[in-house]
């Protein structure tokens, strides 16, 4: 069964920063498209971030210029590098991955993110 397993959340003050990661049970992933999308309170689930199999990169404009999403295919790594925090980030992060195209098929358990001062 694949599994995706998110680490790196936490509370962080305005301004701070966070990386998060995902690590997939299987190297499926390192030719298909994975990322982050976020979900607040009373809010909908949003994308936040995605990165295709050639580089490609997505990133909502609230968070432009301030995330930053990598991964490692030798790990079957994906993460998402938090930068300039802010309290609108606060919300449950959660990674995906697809298969044939950006659609997730599969997504993680979820990681809060609380930026609060």
């Known amino acids: 069964q694949v599994q995706l397993v998110e680490s790196g959340g936490g509370l962080v003050q305005p301004g701070g920063s966070l990386r998060l990661s995902c690590a997939a049970s299987t190297s499926t992933f390192s030719s298909t498209a994975m990322g982050w999308y976020r979900q607040a309170p009373g809010k909908q689930r949003e994308l936040v971030a995605r990165l295709t199999s050639n580089g490609s990169t997505k990133y909502a404009d609230s968070v432009k210029g301030r995330f930053t999403i990598t991964r490692d295919n030798a790990k079957n790594t994906v993460y998402l590098q938090m930068n300039s925090l802010k309290p609108d980030d606060t919300a449950v992060y959660y990674c995906?991955?697809?298969?044939?195209?950006?659609?997730?098929?599969?997504w993680g358990q979820g990681t809060q993110v609380t930026v609060s001062s």
């Open positions: 995906f991955a697809a298969l044939s195209t950006v659609v997730p098929v599969y």
